[in-house]
C-alpha cells in the first residue's frame, strides 16, 4: 500500500470510507493538526491502527479536513 493523503470540506453529517490492501494508521486531522504533523509537532487525529478494509469515520465537526493513510 501506498501513502495516501487527501483533501475533504466535510461535516459530522459525512463519511469517509476508505479501502485498503493491508493494515495502516488511517488519520483525520483538522488543518491546525495536520500542520503539527507534518512538522513533526504533537498533534491530535481521528481515526487509528486500521486492519480491517472498508474503514468508516465521520469528522466531528464541519470543516476543512486532511485524510492520511500511512502503511
Known sequence: ???LHREF???PND???VTLDNAANVQL???TNYA???N????EYHGGYVTTSP???RPPHQ???HLESVP
Open 1 to 3: 500500500m501506498e501513502f
Open 9 to 11: 470540506d466535510l461535516g
Open 15 to 17: 463519511v469517509l470510507e
Open 29 to 31: 486531522l483538522d488543518p
Open 36 to 38: 503539527n504533523y507534518r
Open 40 to 43: 513533526g509537532r504533537p498533534f
Open 55 to 57: 474503514y468508516r469515520l
Open 63 to 65: 470543516g476543512h479536513w
